[in-house]
């Protein structure tokens, strides 16, 4: 499967922005979605997972309660909604799917074998 994150810009503090994540080239609904994100000069690191029907959902402590992921099996997308936005969530945001994730593991990018090419989300204070 394929991966097309867009959405991403220049947002002021206390704004929102909404990601999306198009699928193609395999059955979306058979794969869990992440997000993930990476600023400069850090680690990638997770930032919410959603399973393949819906049914379950995590999100990092960091943006809990802020930022919301959804998914449109019909429409092949996967969503990243993301409010209350802080100068510290600038970065580059990365969606990934895996078909084999168990709940467990959706916070780890080892789990996932198909990523996106990334959208960039500044957040000015």
């Known amino acids: 499967v394929q991966l097309q994150a867009s959405g991403g810009g220049l947002v002021q503090s206390g704004g929102s922005l909404r990601l999306s994540c198009l699928a193609s080239g395999g059955t979306f609904s058979r794969y869990a979605v992440a997000w993930f994100r990476q600023a400069p000069g850090m680690e990638r690191q997770f930032v919410a997972a959603?399973?393949?029907?819906?049914?379950?959902?995590v999100y990092s402590d960091s943006v809990k309660g802020r930022f919301t992921v959804s998914r449109d099996n019909a429409r092949n997308t996967a969503y990243l909604q993301m409010a209350s936005l802080r100068p510290e969530d600038t970065a580059v945001y990365f969606c990934?799917?895996?078909?084999?994730?168990?709940?467990?593991?959706?916070?780890?990018?080892?789990?996932?074998?198909?990523w996106g090419q990334g959208t960039k989300v500044t957040v000015s204070s």
């Open positions: 990934a799917a895996s078909a084999t994730v168990i709940t467990s593991n959706l916070a780890s990018q080892t789990a996932y074998a198909y």
């Open positions: 959603i399973k393949r029907v819906g049914s379950g959902i």
